[in-house]
């Protein structure tokens, strides 16, 4: 199953021998973050069942959300080559600011509804380093240790 311009369509995965493995035909995060909210609760209320009911992998306890700001992203974005041509030029959803707009809004509200742990990835207007955002997720795990 997937959410794409709106309305979830029908499933579209293929199912092993076993029925132990579900290889889906599209990524599903990046489709279902940019659709309305209505559609977008169906969608995860769906995947729980899928993937914690179903198959019986187990609830995480915590999820860490990496909150980096779109404007920051795209800074990133600007010199790195492209992960499928290795060229300069970006995919179809890194090149649509409106689309990182949106998935970034709709990743904030699904962090807050499902109490994501956040790590915020700028401070003082300047992205984090690696090593200090990986402290502070650190520190939080070792709480739960």
């Known amino acids: ?5 709106g309305k979830i369509a029908k499933p579209m995965v293929e199912l092993d021998e076993e029925r132990k ?13 940019k659709d309305d909210e209505e559609e977008r609760e169906k969608f995860l209320n769906w995947l ?3 993937e914690f009911n179903l198959y019986g992998l187990p609830v995480p306890s915590e999820v860490f959300f990496l909150n980096m700001p779109v404007e ?9 080559e492209n992960k499928f041509t290795h060229g300069q030029a970006k995919d179809i959803h890194e090149k649509d600011k409106s689309h990182l707009v949106d998935a970034y809004n709709a990743g904030c509200e699904v962090a807050k509804e499902y109490n994501w742990y956040e790590i915020k990835c700028v401070k003082d207007g300047e ?19």
């Not at 493995?21 to 973050?33: E, S």
């Open 72 to 80: 920051k992203c795209i800074d990133l974005m600007k010199d790195r």
């Open 127 to 145: 992205i984090r380093s690696i090593e200090d955002i990986h402290e502070e997720i650190y520190n939080e795990i070792k709480k739960h240790i």
């Open 21 to 33: 493995a579900a290889l889906f035909k599209r990524p599903v995060p990046g489709n279902f973050w």
């Open 1 to 5: 199953m997937f959410v794409t311009s």
């Open 48 to 50: 729980w069942d899928f």
